[in-house]
C-alpha cells in the first residue's frame, strides 16, 4: 500500500502537465516526494499496527469465547449431576412426609431401621459418584448411614455444611468445603438439605458425600481443559474443587472474590485478574450452575490466549517489514528513475507504463484526486467495478461527472442526493470510510484517505459475498433450515412483540400449538426423507391458511406455532382458523407416488386473556394441546384455567406413582379364562391395581397413561410380570396366566434378560406365561419389535395379539408374526347379538383363527346367549363377568363357573 500512495503522489504531481500530449516532466524538489512517501507508510504501518492489535483482541475475545462455552458446558454437567443427587435426597426426604419429627428421639424411630438403610442403600447404588448417604438430628448425631450398620455414633455439629443447612430457609441445597470425612479420610464434598418438622421448625439433615476424586476422573480427563484452570465454587467465593490443584487451593477463599461477584452483576461473566499464585495476568469466565448455589470459572493465562497471537503478529511484522524494505527500496528506485526522467520524456512514459501496471494488477478498486476533485489516476479494477467507460476516467475528469455517470450506470446507492452527498463529505478535509449499497445489490467498502497537497486517495473494496454470508449465517440463526419458516427463538421474538404492541396499542392475538398426530409413526415406518418431506409439504398449506400479518414458526420435531393477529372478534377468528387448519392438513398428501394422511391437534390461547407473558401463552397452549390430544387428537382446544389444575394433579399423580414403585402398593387382579369347550377354567388374565393411600383402589385406566408418559411403565412393568409369574407357580400346572405388555417395554434392551430372571426365580415353565400386545406394537418400528418377538416366542412364551380388529390393517399384522392367540375385543362381543355386522366380524374372526389355527379368545362375555353364540361360531376361549370378574388372588377360584353348569348353555 506504501509503494502505491507513493506512487500515486508522484502521478498526482505529474498530472498538473497539460494532458492532451505527453510533455517533460517539471522539476519539483524531491523533499516533497520523499515527504508524501514516509506519510503514507506511515499510513500503511499504522494499518498494519491496527490490525496486529485487533488481532490480538480478537485472539483474546477467542480465549474469553471458549473459555465461557467449556465453562457453560462444565455448569450443566455439574447441574444435571447435582440434580441426580438432589432428586434422591428430595425423594428420601419426602418418602416419610407428614410423619413427626419433631423431636430426636422421633427422627431417630421413622429413620434408624433396618430398613431405611436398605432403601438408602439401593439409592446409593444407583447414584457411583455418591461415597454415602446420611441423615442426622437437630443435635448432629448420626442417625443413619449408608456407610455401616448399624450406624456408627459419630457427630458432625461442627461441620460446615450441618451449620448452614440449619440456617438456611430459602430451601436450597447447602455444599460444604472440602473435607476429611471420618470414615476413611478421603477427601469430600458434601451436599445436604435441610429437614423440617411440620411447622417449618429444623429437625436435622440429610445429606450426600461425594469424593473429590470424582470431579477429578470428569474435570481431569477432559482434554479440552487441559490447558485452562477449572474451579468449583461457592456462592461466596470458596474454592469447592480446583483443577489443575498442584498447591492445594481446594477450601480457600478467591483472593478475587469482589472481582467475579462485581462481574457476575454486571453481567460480563468474564474477566481479567493478575493471579497472585503464579503472577500471571489470566482471562477468567465465570457461569453459575443452573438451580444451584455454585459457579463454574475457567481461567486462561494471557500468554496462552496470545501465543497464536503473537506467531501471527511475527509473521506479520516480517512481511511488512520485507514490504517496507522493498517499498523503500523502490523509492529509491523511483527518485533515481524521477531523475532520468527530468532528462527524457520516453523515460517518464515508461515510468508511467510502470505505475499503471501497479495499479491494475491489485485486487480492489483504487482512485486518485487533487485538492480541486480533479482525478489523477484511476485502476482498472475501479472502472469496472462502477460499470465506466475509458473516457469517463481520463485524468482530469471532475470527481462530480464521475459520480453521476456511477448514477446513471446504476452502480451507485438509490439516494437521489447520492453524487452531492458524496462531494460534501470529500469537502470536509479528514479522512473517513463509508459502506455503499448499491441499487444492483452489490456492497462496497470505501476508506478515503487525505493527502499532504490537499487530494485524497481511496480504496474500494466489494465486500457483496462477506455481507451475503453474514445475511445468510443471521437468517440460520432464526429460521428452521427444513421449512424456511421462523424457529422457536424468533416465534418467541414475535410473541414478546406482540404483547409488546398490545400493550401501547391494545391490540390482542392468539398463539396457537400444532402436533402433527401419526407422524412419527410414519416417519418410523416411511423413512426420514418422506418425513421431511410432509413437514415441507404442512409448512406449505400453513402458509396459505394465514395472513400477512401472522407469523407461522417451526418449534422442532413435528410441532408447529401460529402468531394470529386478531381484532374484537378474536375467540371467533381463531376457532375459524383452527377449523381450516384441521380440514386442510387431513388432506392426504402425495409423496413419491403414496398417498399420506395424517392429523394434528391445536391449542390456543388468547392474549391478554388467557396471560400477558411469552412463556406463560406457550405454556398454556401447551397445557391446550395436551387437552386435545387426550380427547383423541385431530381436534382443538381453547385453554381453560381448570387444565393448570388438571397439569398438577397429573404431575402431583406421576410423584405419588413414583413412591407407590418404591413402595409397592400395587395388586394383582385375576379374571379367568374359559375353555369353551370343555367348558372349564384353563388360565387367568392378571390386571393390576393400585391401592393408592388416598384415592382408593385405581384402576389400569387412570394410571397406565401415565406411567407410560412417564417412563414408569418400565419398572411396573416388570414387577407386574414378577408376581404374576410368583402366584402362578401356586395355580395347577394346567392352567397358564396371562400378562399385558407395553408397547414402550419392547423397547428395554434388557426385556429379554429380565423375563429369563423371572422365570428362574419365580421357577414357572415358559409355556405357562402368555404376554399380550396390541397393534400398537406392531405399527411402529414393527421390524424391530418383530425381532423381540420371536426371540420372547423362542424361549417358550405364548404371544397373545389383544383387541384384534379395531387397528386399520389387523389383518396384515397377522401375516407378519406367528401369533399364538387372537384376543376378540369386547366392543364386537357386546353388540353381535343386536347388531349383525359386529356378528359377521366375529364370525369372521373365529373361522380366521381356524384357518391359521390359531386359538381365539372372546373379551367381555357377559350373557349366556352371547356365550351360546361364541361356541357356535367356533370361538374356543372366554372371559368375562358371566364366569367371574377380577378378584384379588385370595379370592381367586378355578372351579367350573356357574354360568357352565346351567342346561340353557349346555344345550347350546
Known amino acids: 500500500m506504501g509503494m502505491l500512495d507513493n506512487t500515486a503522489a508522484d502521478i498526482e504531481r505529474a498530472s498538473d502537465a497539460p494532458t492532451d500530449a505527453p510533455s517533460p516532466p517539471k522539476a519539483i ?34 480465549a474469553i469465547s471458549e473459555s465461557g462455552n467449556i465453562a457453560a458446558v462444565l455448569a450443566g454437567q455439574m447441574s444435571r449431576s447435582l440434580h441426580s443427587i438432589d432428586a434422591v435426597l428430595l425423594e428420601i426426604r419426602s418418602a416419610n412426609k407428614g410423619l413427626d419429627i419433631s423431636t430426636p428421639e422421633k427422627l431417630r424411630s421413622i429413620y434408624d431401621r433396618k430398613e431405611m438403610h436398605d432403601t438408602m442403600r439401593e439409592h446409593l447404588a ?89 470431579f477429578e476422573a470428569i474435570y481431569g480427563s477432559t482434554q479440552s481443559i487441559r490447558s485452562l484452570i477449572f474451579n468449583l465454587i461457592r456462592e461466596d467465593g470458596t474454592i469447592l474443587f480446583r483443577h489443575p490443584d498442584p498447591v492445594g487451593f481446594a477450601g480457600k477463599r478467591l483472593s478475587q472474590e469482589a472481582t467475579w461477584q462485581d462481574s457476575l452483576q454486571r453481567g460480563t461473566r468474564s474477566f481479567r485478574i493478575l493471579a497472585k499464585s503464579d503472577g500471571n495476568y489470566r482471562y477468567v469466565s465465570v457461569r453459575p450452575v443452573p438451580e444451584y448455589p455454585l459457579f463454574v470459572n475457567i481461567s486462561i493465562t494471557e500468554n496462552t490466549a496470545l501465543a497464536g497471537w503473537l506467531r501471527r503478529s511475527a509473521t506479520i511484522g516480517l512481511g511488512s517489514a520485507a514490504l517496507l524494505l522493498c517499498s523503500i527500496y523502490l523509492l529509491i528506485a523511483i527518485t533515481r528513475q524521477f531523475r532520468s526522467l527530468s532528462k527524457s520524456e520516453t523515460s517518464l512514459l515508461r515510468t ?52 453521476e455517470a456511477r448514477v446513471a450506470a446504476g452502480a451507485a446507492p438509490a439516494s437521489r442526493s447520492f453524487a452531492a452527498d458524496r462531494l460534501a463529505d470529500m469537502s470536509q478535509g479528514k479522512d473517513y470510510s463509508i459502506t455503499d449499497y448499491l441499487r444492483d445489490g452489490r456492497v462496497i467498502a470505501i476508506n478515503h484517505q487525505r493527502m499532504a497537497n490537499g487530494g485524497w486517495v481511496a480504496v474500494h473494496h466489494d465486500i457483496t459475498v462477506q455481507k451475503r454470508a453474514e445475511a445468510e449465517l443471521a437468517h440460520m440463526a432464526r429460521y428452521d433450515a427444513l421449512t424456511g419458516l421462523a424457529n422457536r427463538a424468533l416465534f418467541l421474538e414475535k410473541v414478546n412483540e406482540g404483547l409488546a404492541r398490545m400493550a401501547n396499542q391494545g391490540d390482542p392475538f392468539s398463539v396457537l400449538m400444532l402436533d402433527l398426530d401419526r407422524f412419527k409413526q410414519v416417519n418410523d415406518s416411511l423413512g426420514h426423507a418422506i418425513g421431511d418431506s410432509i413437514l415441507k409439504a404442512v409448512a ?103 387444565m393448570e389444575a388438571e397439569a398438577r394433579e397429573r404431575r402431583d399423580l406421576e410423584e405419588d406413582l413414583r413412591r407407590a414403585i ?58 407386574i410380570l414378577r408376581r404374576a409369574c410368583t402366584d402362578a407357580i401356586q395355580w395347577p400346572s394346567q392352567l ?142 372366554a372371559q368375562g363377568y358371566l364366569f367371574s370378574r377380577p378378584v384379588p388372588l385370595s379370592a381367586l377360584t378355578f372351579e367350573r363357573p356357574e354360568a357352565l353348569r346351567s342346561g340353557g348353555v349346555k344345550a347350546a
Not at 583 to 590: K, M, Q
Request: charged share 25%; aromatic share 8%.
Open 352 to 403: 508511467s507504463q510502470q505505475l499503471d501496471a501497479a495499479l491494475n494488477n491489485m485486487a480492489h478498486g483504487i482512485s486518485m484526486f487533487d485538492s480541486r476533485n480533479r482525478l489523477v489516476v484511476c485502476n482498472n479494477q475501479y472502472a469496472a467495478m462502477y460499470h465506466l467507460t475509458p473516457d469517463q476516467v481520463k485524468p482530469g475528469a471532475p470527481a462530480r461527472d464521475i459520480l
Open 540 to 642: 406449505d398449506r400453513l402458509r396459505r391458511l394465514v395472513r400477512d400479518d401472522d407469523v407461522v414458526a417451526r418449534l422442532g420435531g413435528d410441532e408447529f406455532a401460529i402468531i394470529q393477529t386478531s381484532d374484537t372478534n378474536q375467540h371467533d377468528q381463531a376457532t375459524v382458523l383452527a377449523n381450516r387448519i384441521l380440514s386442510i392438513l387431513t388432506e392426504p398428501y402425495d409423496i413419491d407416488g403414496r398417498k399420506i394422511v395424517i392429523g394434528t391437534s391445536i391449542g390456543i390461547t388468547l392474549a391478554p386473556y388467557d396471560a400477558v407473558t411469552a412463556d406463560a401463552l406457550v405454556g398454556h397452549a401447551d397445557l391446550a394441546l395436551y387437552k386435545a390430544k387426550s380427547e383423541g387428537r385431530n381436534r382443538f382446544r381453547f385453554f381453560e384455567t381448570a
Open 29 to 62: 524538489p524531491l523533499r516533497r516526494l520523499w515527504q508524501a512517501a514516509i506519510v503514507l507508510l506511515g499510513l500503511s504501518l499504522g494499518a498494519v499496527g491496527f490490525t496486529i492489535w485487533q488481532l490480538r483482541n480478537d485472539a483474546i475475545q477467542h
Open 126 to 214: 444407583s447414584l457411583p459418584q455418591i461415597f454415602n448417604i446420611v441423615i442426622a438430628d437437630e443435635n448432629g448425631q448420626l442417625v443413619v448411614s449408608t456407610a455401616a450398620w448399624p450406624t456408627p455414633p459419630i457427630n458432625i455439629s461442627d461441620r460446615d455444611y450441618f451449620k448452614s443447612a440449619r440456617a438456611r430457609t430459602d430451601g436450597k441445597l447447602s455444599t460444604s468445603v472440602p473435607i476429611r470425612n471420618r470414615i476413611d479420610g478421603n477427601q469430600t464434598i458434601v451436599f445436604a438439605r435441610r429437614l423440617e418438622t411440620a411447622s417449618g421448625a429444623f429437625a436435622g439433615v440429610i445429606f450426600a458425600s461425594v469424593n473429590s476424586n470424582y
Open 736 to 877: 397358564k396366566v396371562a400378562v399385558n405388555l407395553s408397547p414402550l417395554q419392547l423397547k428395554q434392551t434388557n426385556l429379554l434378560d429380565a423375563l429369563k430372571s423371572i422365570l428362574r426365580e419365580s421357577g414357572l415353565d415358559s409355556r405357562r406365561l402368555e404376554l399380550e400386545i396390541t397393534e400398537t406394537v406392531l405399527v411402529e418400528k414393527n421390524e424391530e419389535n418383530l425381532a423381540v418377538l420371536h426371540e420372547i416366542k423362542d424361549l417358550g412364551i405364548s404371544i397373545v395379539l389383544d383387541d384384534f380388529g379395531t387397528g386399520y390393517s389387523s389383518m396384515r399384522y397377522l401375516q407378519m408374526f406367528p401369533f399364538d392367540k387372537i384376543k376378540i375385543d369386547k366392543s364386537f362381543i357386546q353388540s353381535m347379538i343386536n347388531h349383525a355386522d359386529s356378528a359377521a366380524i366375529v364370525c369372521a374372526i373365529t373361522g380366521l383363527g381356524r384357518g391359521l389355527d390359531t386359538e381365539t379368545t372372546a373379551e367381555g362375555v357377559e350373557t349366556a346367549d352371547q356365550l351360546a353364540f361364541l361356541r357356535t361360531a367356533g370361538c374356543q376361549l
Open 662 to 719: 418404591l413402595r409397592e402398593e400395587f395388586e394383582l387382579h385375576y379374571q379367568t379364562i374359559i375353555d369353551v369347550g370343555r367348558r372349564e377354567c384353563c388360565g387367568a388374565e392378571a390386571l393390576v391395581r393400585w391401592r393408592h393411600p388416598e384415592r382408593g383402589l385405581l384402576f389400569p385406566d387412570q394410571f397406565i397413561g401415565l406411567a407410560e408418559d412417564s417412563g414408569l411403565i418400565m419398572p411396573l412393568g416388570e414387577w
